[in-house]
């Protein structure tokens, strides 16, 4: 399958920062981006829909300020957790879907902590 | 709306034993069905997939049918290896393909030697 890497793998900032999360294709134009976040011991729930070009399309609860998406390009978006706050610890994770409704890949995850 | 209910792990199994991990969903209109699997480190990997009822989904010795009458998606192995530890995740998507999944919360597979 299509190569999605995601980074970093962990992060660890201080409250009040801000922290940028990037997804990249590697060897196909995603046209579409998803980011999903787990909470432990808890399923992965999409959290906004990206199309390059496009502003992102958030789920409903997801602070849009908060979690701000940018999908600039056919092979990048990048997911920033602005003011991060000690909740927002969670584990983030992307995928990507390239033209014509094709399967979307998956990053490896990010590992957020804020202390 | 859509959700995914998946048994609660984790699950411990001796190698060569027999695997049955649960699946049920609930969903608005015919969505299609999926395996993931994440093992340590690394992304979710599509196990397998089955887009319409009694549709069979397999790859590397795990099996699912998608069963609209119990609105279920199990997975099953008839013989584990201690390779096949890892977190698994069952999904549903509108789309075929696959994109904007709802997931159930994953289980826990630790095989033992």
């Known amino acids: 399958g299509a190569v999605v890497s995601q980074h970093p793998s962990r992060v660890i900032c201080k409250s009040g920062t801000s922290v940028k999360i990037e997804c990249r294709s590697l060897?196909?134009?995603?046209?579409?981006m998803f980011w999903y976040r787990q909470f432990p011991k808890q399923s992965l729930m999409l959290m906004a829909t990206?199309?390059?070009?496009?502003?992102?399309?958030?789920e409903q609860g997801v602070e849009k300020d908060k979690f701000l998406i940018n999908h600039a390009s056919l092979t990048l978006s990048t997911l920033t957790v602005t003011s991060a706050h000690p909740e927002d610890s969670s584990f983030y994770i992307c995928?990507?879907?390239?033209?014509?409704?094709?399967?979307?890949?998956f990053g490896q995850g990010t590992r957020l902590t804020v202390v | 709306g859509d959700s995914v209910t998946q048994m609660e792990g984790p699950v411990t199994l001796s190698e060569e034993a027999f695997l049955t991990i649960n699946c049920t969903y609930t969903?608005?209109?015919?969505?299609?069905l999926f395996w993931y699997v994440q093992y340590p480190g690394e992304g979710l990997q599509l196990l397998l997939k089955?887009?319409?009822?009694?549709d069979k989904g397999s790859n590397k010795g795990f099996e699912a049918t998608y069963r609209k009458e119990t609105t279920s998606f199990h997975l099953e192995k008839g013989s584990v290896q201690v390779s096949d530890s890892a977190v698994y995740f069952c999904?549903?998507?509108?789309?075929?393909?696959?994109?904007?999944?709802?997931f159930g919360p994953g289980t826990r597979l630790s095989v033992l030697p």
């Open positions: 969903a608005t209109g015919y969505p299609s």
């Open positions: 060897d196909f134009q995603a046209t579409t």
């Open positions: 089955a887009t319409k009822a009694d």
């Open positions: 995928s990507a879907a390239g033209q014509w409704n094709t399967e979307a890949f």
């Open positions: 999904a549903l998507s509108a789309s075929n393909y696959g994109q904007n999944f709802v």
């Open positions: 990206s199309n390059e070009g496009s502003k992102a399309t958030y």
